[in-house]
DNA sequence: GCATTCTGTGACGGTTCGGTGACAGAGGTC
DNA sequence: GACCTCTGTCACCGAACCGTCACAGAATGC
């Protein structure tokens, strides 16, 4: 099955040591775990992979939580994902400015794993609510993951497996631009390398297929950056 | 005994010696029975083994159990199965607010195994009446489980012992797509080794089986993901 | 305008996947 | 024992699918 049934979950420290922790933690937990160590990296990682849920931080170098926060809600993507900030005041204020920034969920030191975990699966779950089997619906298109069907304005389409399987990614996020990388990431799975070019073939096929019966171009091709559906 | 008869029942309760009680005393009365310990791990089971009965425990850890209920309920195939759920409070506003959330019946601890049997019984008699002898109907194929007969279109047909076993699945949920593996699982058991091929060997006997009086083939071949009846 | 970068797409070789006939073994019946 | 049915595995073939490339055309930058 393919990747992108395994919710990603964005770590942000500057410490390698609590990244290293968080990782192996969440790791176990079944999650994919992406870092990174300062704001400008995670708003990288976040434009490219899309995350479910991101652990942020409140004492960044440079630029504080706070900042990256309010950010990762402005920017594209960021706002689809639930924020947990992570800090070692449980002062009251803090928690207060961090939820007013746009946190999701607030978090202080010290917590036991199985609370971590626990709200990052709360939040998880609010964020992206129970994908697994649940009909997609963009527009005219219509995907059933377990029937395996793709229909658009009522007529069904024939997919190949991997055209099937890139049309879910993008519909899960409707509006959003899918990196080549991170198409191949999540449709191919991390390990395996194929060409970026791939992507544009594949897209190309899937185009076909969503036109075989009239109708617009629902894929928009978005220069220098990637593929979204509309 | 044929497997896909047998109903199958999903217990979700964090404490292991809560469901291997729950699995030895549902298994001695002749259920199939899957566990899970949280929620997440019970929409997976859900989804890839259509469960006729839900054994909920209402204290989970993290997620609530209503919050699970919840979720079982809007997953396509986890709206089939009934959900019982179990609690430790016999509080009346409980009661109120699992079944509100969709649970068809609930049982409070402590409860006699015959309780809990007869709880499970009844759920299953609504849920599942094939079991009480009905036939299963799909188009014009028909599957009568205690005469063990199946008829297209008027006319019976002859079908082996694992044959039939496929076809009662493949009709159990028609439009499904079920992996190799997940027929393994249900026409076979979980603990038989054969190899997956075996299942497309015994898929092309039954489809010759569903034609041999003409017919279109109502057996539809996913690439890449497996069969499912339409 | 021109040069450059990026994207769409047809073609193609290679691979994987699924259908099926053949076969040997197990088990049951007479 | 001699049949018969059913089962799981294998080998083979054809079809579907995949990844890459080359080239043309579009978009962008200067």
Known sequence: MSRSDTPLVLVVDDEPAQRAL???????????????????????????????????????????GIEVCRQLKAQRGGADAAIIMVSARSDES????????????????????????????????????????????????????????????????????TEFRLLSALMEKPGRVWTREALLDRVWGRDIYVDTRTVDVHIGRLRKALMAQGGDDPIRTVRGAGYSLD
Chains 1, 2 share one sequence.
Do not use: C
């Not at 775990?33 to 440079?62: C, F, K, N, Y």
């Open 94 to 161: 803090d928690r207060v400015r961090g939820l007013e920034t746009g946190a999701d969920d607030y978090i202080t030191k010290p917590y036991s794993v199985n609370e971590l975990l626990a709200r990052v699966r709360a939040n998880l779950r609010r964020v992206r609510p129970a994908r697994a089997g649940q009909v997609l619906d963009v527009g005219d298109l219509t995907l059933d993951p377990e029937a395996h069907r793709v229909h658009r304005s009522g007529a069904e389409l024939h997919l190949g497996p």
């Open 22 to 64: 968080l990782s192996y933690n969440l790791e176990a937990a079944g999650f994919r775990v992406a870092t990174a160590s300062d704001g400008e990296e995670a708003l990288l990682v976040v434009s490219e992979e899309a995350p479910d849920v991101i652990l942020l931080d409140w004492m960044l170098p440079r630029v504080s």
